[in-house]
């Protein structure tokens, strides 16, 4: 029981006809769909952001989506606003099997940072209680699951193997942004960081 799957951000406005698709961000619900049946335990995390959040770009006259900005906490993406809290395209892919969800974790919802890794908001000093609940669980081996590869994956698989967690990112079962060549970048950090991509 040592095992869990953390399926990151499986939510509609990260696939096809969200505010923020990730392209072909729903082929991977099935592959997912028969990872979650093989782990004694799932988490599901879940950006979920007020409509007043820094993070999207329509909160900052002039800006447009995709440009950057300083945040207190450092550089910070402006993105389209998506998964606002309660809104359909927060919801999880309706095909996505979220019976076997042993906790859903929830981020982003602070309006001032954004939070892309499932363990630390940006500011990379606010805890979001997941090491906490896993150490408690036993689990020191974790496979990353979902969207988007390069944001979102990459930075919780970077994290947990900061943690001390056996870390693996399973790379058919997520799909990337892609960003100007964030997807090599990101799979670079994750290596030297210690996490297998398999």
Not at 45 to 73: C, I, K, L, R
Not at 164 to 177: S, W, Y
Request: proline share 5%.
């Amino acid at each position: 029981m040592t095992q869990a799957l953390i399926v990151i951000d499986m939510q509609n406005d990260f696939c096809p006809g969200g505010n923020l698709a990730v392209p072909h961000g729903d082929q991977i619900v099935g592959p997912i769909n028969r990872l979650i049946e093989d782990f004694p335990t799932v988490i599901l995390t879940q950006d979920w952001h007020p409509a007043d959040h820094a993070s999207f770009a329509d909160n900052h006259e002039g800006a447009e989506p995709f440009s950057v900005t300083q945040m207190p906490y450092g550089p910070q993406v402006l993105w389209p606003r998506h998964c606002v809290i309660g809104t359909p395209g927060a919801a999880f892919h309706r095909d996505l099997n979220v019976k076997r969800a042993d906790m859903v974790l929830r981020k982003g919802f602070r309006a001032g940072i954004d939070s892309y890794s499932a363990f630390h908001e940006n500011d990379r000093k606010t805890q979001t209680g997941l090491a906490g609940y896993l150490r408690e669980r036993g689990i020191t081996q974790l496979s990353l699951v979902g969207l988007a590869h390069d944001f979102c994956v990459a930075w919780s698989a970077i994290d947990a193997a900061s943690l001390g967690f056996e870390t693996r990112v399973i790379e058919d079962a997520c799909r990337a942004i892609d960003m100007d060549g964030s997807l090599d970048a990101a799979r670079q950090a994750m290596r030297q960081a210690g996490v297998t991509l398999a």
